[in-house]
T-cell receptor, first 112, second 115 residues
Framework: EAGVVQSPRYKIIEKKQPVAFWCNPISGHNTLYWYRQNLGQGPELLIRYENEEAVDDSQLPKDRFSAERLKGVDSTLKIQPAELGDSAVYLC??????????FGPGTRLTVL | AQTVTQSQPEMSVQEAETVTLSCTYDTSESDYYLFWYKQPPSRQMILVIRQEAYKQQNATENRFSVNFQKAAKSFSLKISDSQLGDAAMYFCAYLSGGSNYKLTFGKGTLLTVNP
């Protein structure tokens, strides 16, 4: 069974530029999560999807962050414009019938 | 809101020895789940072990076991016969038993295994 796939693995951009991250969850997993992990910290939830519906986006900074999961499968997280403080690892996770979350390898974003 | 505290930023252990990582949490809920995740330098979060709050028996997975003290809100991880591949960041995490599937993580403990 393939795991959660994320791309790119690394991204370096200059501040004020846009950036997008892509996630493909495990096949059949209806719930998808985006987390942000700052250096030396645990992951923090940004948004949770149930199929194509965003059911918890309370921690998503909506002025510059957006996400979509149009067909209820893969998802894209976008930042526009990026700021220096957005440098972090962005993790995607998914769950199926159990509540165990399976994580992808993450995208390490560096904003210069 | 739930909080998870890992009071040991770093721990080290000799290969083949035993080490215990500490975790405490704060919640007013009675139905919840607790997890230990391992994150090696590759950044992939890997589930090590899970515990349902309604179960009194401590979970065990091969060399990994937990000491779950519900009244004290403590959830420590014991790694026996430590191996070099156990070196990683270890995160304790809390999940509400309701329909909110938000995982709350601690800040992590960096485990070093010395040969």
């Amino acid at each position: 069974e393939a795991g959660v796939v994320q791309s790119p693995r690394y991204k370096i951009i200059e501040k004020k530029q846009p950036v997008a991250f892509w996630c493909n969850p495990i096949s059949g997993h209806n719930t998808l999560y985006w987390y942000r992990q700052n250096l030396g910290q645990g992951p923090e939830l940004l948004i949770r999807y149930e199929n194509e519906e965003a059911v918890d986006d309370s921690q998503l900074p909506k002025d510059r962050f957006s996400a979509e999961r149009l067909k209820g499968v893969d998802s894209t997280l976008k930042i526009q414009p990026a700021e220096l403080g957005d440098s972090a690892v962005y993790l995607c996770a998914s769950t199926g019938v159990s509540n165990e979350q399976f994580f992808g390898p993450g995208t390490r974003l560096t904003v210069l | 809101a739930q909080t998870v505290t890992q009071s040991q930023p770093e721990m080290s252990v000799q290969e083949a020895e035993t080490v215990t990582l500490s975790c405490t949490y704060d919640t007013s809920e009675s139905d919840y789940y607790l997890f230990w995740y391992k994150q090696p330098p590759s950044r992939q979060m890997i589930l090590v072990i899970r515990q349902e709050a309604y179960k009194q028996q401590n979970a065990t997975e091969n060399r990994f076991s937990v000491n779950f003290q519900k009244a004290a809100k403590s959830f420590s991880l014991k790694i026996s016969d430590s191996q070099l591949g156990d070196a990683a960041m270890y995160f304790c995490a809390y999940l509400s038993g309701g329909s909110n599937y938000k995982l709350t993580f601690g800040k992590g403990t960096l485990l070093t295994v010395n040969p």
